[in-house]
């Protein structure tokens, strides 16, 4: 890589240089206001419905508008609903009202028929062939459906790998679904840690332990983007090395769909699953997704099946043999909520139309803004007065939107008089607070504002401390 190609993978450089071009200072809200203004994606903003400071709980009315749209940067939690979430679902339960059970054929998203919906849109964001890929369930019952299948323990290889620390849902799936098969998860789960003193996992420690202990390790099933510390995980490579060795590789997603490239089929990933609540935008618990290789079509899978699991064709001819279908599909269970596919509709439009590699041109300067400022006005040394540091990787090939930050002062206190002056993030316990600014639809302003409100929550919490 000569140097113009690394400077051009280091936010900081590009944002300097946009500066100079612009004749602006970088750290002045001039810069935020023409990078708003030079952004082509600025419009999505206005396809989403943002909470009002006046209607969050932890605003103080002393502090803020009440009227002003909230800082919203937790779209790493509950992305904000796309404003035509509420016609495409009154669509749907308006249909409900009129036709009763003849809506399963009636367009738009016949009911019976809604799970057809979204297959190349969710195809584009995790990099699959459309016949890939489904909505069903939610991403806690997906990934057991497919350890289920693909966890198949021999007296050589059982275990399971994931990161340490992995979100709580996934540990318990993994882990029961060893005790289920009769061994004791904790020596049937194997856990990669960070190294001391080292806040986020290293890939050659990933790696090693692939290496040391393929043999005996079924499934590699680790999260794409780890949700406490934003880290991404180097999934081609991942999933690479452990084929090589014989494992299964699936990869939950709920941090990554919508919010980093993913190419699972170029990746030659057996399974995935995710939510599509976080970055994809279509509301709390809404219907989840997931993914089966193709070449598993071949293969004898053997799962768990509903009358869903037939083919579309025979479906509703009631047999008594399932008639089953290829692939992914096969995994269906129930037949589809068409309120919840409607959502997903919602959203996944937006998607379409703003287009990955727009969304991830725009995530490498807005995060990157964020990361600068942050380091610029906060790193400080000395522990007595308010500090942060920033855990998640610099190296933008490891991240995606999401900052974690840990302070030098107690959290909660920080959480508190932000969310008093309209800001909307996240805290997760034991200590980091996660900042992601969503490139569909926040601004380079609202990463300016953030900066100069936790500069003012600094300063009180600097008077209060003394
Ligand atoms: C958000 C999230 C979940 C949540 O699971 P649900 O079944 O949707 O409640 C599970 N795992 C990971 C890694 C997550 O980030």
Redesign the pocket.
């Given at each position: 890589m000569d140097s113009t190609q690394k400077d051009s993978r280091c936010p900081k450089k590009v944002l300097t240089s946009l500066a100079y071009y612009h004749g602006v200072d970088l750290l002045s809200e001039e810069f935020a206001k023409i990078m708003d203004e030079n952004d082509p994606l600025r419009h999505f903003r206005e396809r989403f419905a943002f909470p009002k400071n006046g209607t969050l709980r932890g605003s103080d009315s002393n502090l803020v508008d009440e009227k002003s749209d909230c800082i919203y940067l937790c779209g790493n939690?509950l992305g904000l609903k796309p404003k035509k979430a509420d016609e495409y679902m009154q669509a749907q339960l308006d249909k409900w009202a009129n036709m009763g059970v003849e809506m399963h054929f009636e367009e738009p998203l016949p009911a019976a028929l809604c799970d057809r919906y979204g297959r190349e849109e969710l195809g584009h964001l995790v990099g699959a062939d459309p016949s890939c890929v489904t909505l069903m369930n939610?991403?806690?019952?997906?990934?057991h459906l497919l350890l289920l299948s693909f966890y198949q323990p021999t007296n050589i290889r059982y275990k399971i790998l994931l990161e340490a620390h992995?979100?709580?849902?996934?540990r318990y799936a993994v882990r029961s679904q060893a005790e289920l098969r009769g061994y004791n998860p904790d020596e049937a789960v194997i856990e990669v840690s960070t190294r001391p003193g080292e806040q986020t996992l290293r890939t050659e420690d990933i790696l090693k332990v692939i290496e040391d202990e393929g043999e005996s390790i079924a499934v590699v099933c680790m999260?794409g983007v780890q949700?406490y510390t934003g880290q991404k995980f180097d999934m081609e490579l991942i999933t690479k090395a452990a084929q090589e060795r014989g494992c299964i590789v699936g990869w939950?997603l709920?941090?990554a769909i919508g919010n980093v490239e993913l190419q699972l089929d170029k990746w030659n990933v057996d399974f995935a699953c995710w939510?599509s609540?976080?970055y994809m935008n279509s509301g709390p618990?809404c219907i989840?997704g997931a993914y089966v290789n193709k070449r598993h079509n071949e293969r004898e899978v053997s799962h768990l099946k509903g009358w869903w699991s037939n083919k579309e064709v025979t479906r509703f001819q009631m047999k008594d043999e399932c008639d089953t279908a290829v692939g992914v599909d096969a995994f269906r269970l129930c037949n589809p909520p068409p309120f919840l596919v409607a959502l997903v509709k919602a959203s996944l439009e937006i998607f379409e139309e703003a287009g990955m590699t727009n969304l991830l041109k725009k995530q490498f300067l807005l995060t990157g803004y964020l990361e600068h400022l942050i380091n610029t006005y906060f790193h400080s040394g000395q522990l007595k007065a308010p500090s942060c540091i920033i855990i998640t990787p610099d190296d933008v090939s490891q991240r995606g939107c999401q900052l974690s930050l840990i302070f030098s002062y107690p959290l909660q206190e920080i959480h508190k008089e932000l969310q008093k002056r309209g800001v909307v993030c996240d805290v997760r316990l034991p200590n980091a607070m996660r900042v992601a600014p969503a490139p569909l639809y926040n601004s380079f302003r609202d990463v300016y504002r953030f900066i100069r409100i936790l500069q003012e929550v600094f300063s009180i919490c600097k008077s209060e401390g003394a």
């Open positions: 939690s939610g991403l806690s019952v997906n990934l992995a979100f709580p849902s996934d999260s949700y939950d709920a941090h939510c609540y976080k618990g989840a």
